[in-house]
């Protein structure tokens, strides 16, 4: 089956292997990337696959209804997967308005473009909301995140993921859009911002920087290869069911601190350094205002009803992650020195 499909922030982490998936499982697909490229997005991200005949950039902002609405008339769009946010939590405790604009105003401008685009033939249409876990808020017992746990989102990137689940569920409502919502876990693997947790480890780690633990470092979090979640999104938006939610995660939870351990043993090796020597760059520094003790999801409803399940061990996918940042040192400096937005600057400047 044909289909034109519009994939949102297929710049950044996620989205980019989303992007890679579709593009080369899908060659009777048109797929469309429309990424706005603020400091997150990366087109190197996308090297392989750029000059793919079924692939298309656009640059847009997602809160730009008329550039949208444009997109999806002149590709004739039937399928949406919307991933385009501001994800960063330590980001949004200093610019929570910047996570209102793209997360929350954003998601209705897309949702209203969707709708009137859509307006006379809803049918075989598909609207994919992709959200986080952390819209159900912080976990203090040995409780799982199902899909009907109530939301508490605390902090404000949370409060604006779950404001944009709300009004997507609110237009399935309403205005009978189809819909469908996935809530995951924390991603890790390859391309990913070297502000988050693993990636900013492991470019310290290779630096011999201090390694910045938050408060005591018994933060808790539920760690999913983000290859694994591009399959999730593959399976859910093929054969998910309208107004459904489903969680997605990796049943591997760990403790910040024990991750930072398990990465300092891996890059002793990988690098000849003596056992316990990286982990002598551990430092422990004040803690994130409002940190969320624990994450973690029961996804249980996705394996019973659409039999996904995670495909590798986290032992494997950090070492390949790992081995993936120490072979592409050229993609870290090009983020850490912001050569890439000077790139982008220059050229989007001449179109
Ligand atoms: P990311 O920050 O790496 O990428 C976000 C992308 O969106 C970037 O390419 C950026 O340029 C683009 N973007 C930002 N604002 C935009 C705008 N106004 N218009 C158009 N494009 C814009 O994020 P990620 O980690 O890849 O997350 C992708 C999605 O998955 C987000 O919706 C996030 O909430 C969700 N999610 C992330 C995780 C995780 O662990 N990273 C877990 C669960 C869910
Ligand atoms: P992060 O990767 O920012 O993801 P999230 O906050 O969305 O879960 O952080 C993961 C965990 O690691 C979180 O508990 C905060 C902690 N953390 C540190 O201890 N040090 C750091 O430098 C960063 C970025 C995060």
């Known amino acids: 089956m044909q289909r034109n499909l519009l994939i949102t922030g297929g710049a950044g982490f996620i989205g980019s292997h989303v992007v890679r998936r579709f593009v080369n499982k899908y060659p009777q697909y048109r797929i469309i990337n429309l990424d ?26 997602i809160c730009d209804a008329e550039a949208v609405a444009k997109v999806i008339k002149e590709h004739g769009i039937d399928g949406i997967i919307h991933l385009a946010a501001e994800s960063h939590v330590d980001r949004s405790i200093t610019d929570p308005l910047s996570f209102v604009r793209t997360n929350v105003f954003g998601t209705v401008t897309l949702l209203n ?15 994919y909301h992709v959200s986080t876990d952390e819209v159900y808020g912080s976990l203090h017992d040995d409780s799982l995140f199902l899909e009907t746990t109530p939301y508490d989102p605390q902090s ?26 996935s809530n995951c876990s924390n991603n890790y693997g390859s391309h990913h911002f070297p502000e988050k ?52 995660g990796g049943h591997n939870e760990w403790k910040n ?3 930072v351990h398990l990465l300092c043993s ?14 002598k760059l551990i430092t422990y520094v004040t803690d ?18 659409l039999g996904w399940k995670p495909s590798i061990t986290f032992e494997v996918g950090l070492e390949r992650t790992v081995d993936w940042y120490l072979a592409n040192t050229e993609w870290l400096e090009h983020l850490t020195t912001g050569a890439y937005q000077q790139y982008y600057k220059e050229h989007y400047a001449q179109r």
């Open 36 to 61: 706005a490229l603020t400091y997150a997005g990366n087109l190197e991200n996308l090297r392989d696959i750029e000059n793919a005949p079924n692939y298309t950039f656009v640059k847009a902002d």
């Open 113 to 127: 473009a969707a709708k009137e685009a859509w307006k006379s033939a809803m049918e075989g249409k598909r609207f």
């Open 156 to 181: 404000p990137y949370s409060a604006s993921k779950a404001a944009s689940d709300h009004f997507v569920r609110a237009y399935g409502n309403t205005y009978k859009l189809p819909f469908v919502v």
């Open 197 to 248: 947790l693993i990636p900013l480890m492991i470019n310290n780690l290779r630096n011999s920087k201090p390694l910045p633990v938050y408060g005591k470092g018994e933060n808790v979090r539920d760690w999913l290869w983000v290859e694994d979640h591009a399959s999730a999104i593959d399976t859910i938006f093929h054969n998910g069911k309208n107004g459904e939610t489903y969680n997605i």
């Open 257 to 259: 601190i024990d991750l």
């Open 266 to 279: 891996i890059m002793d090796k990988k690098l000849g350094r003596a056992a316990g020597e990286s982990a």
């Open 288 to 305: 994130r205002a409002g940190h969320d003790l624990r994450y973690a999801i029961d996804a249980g409803k996705i394996e019973r009803e």
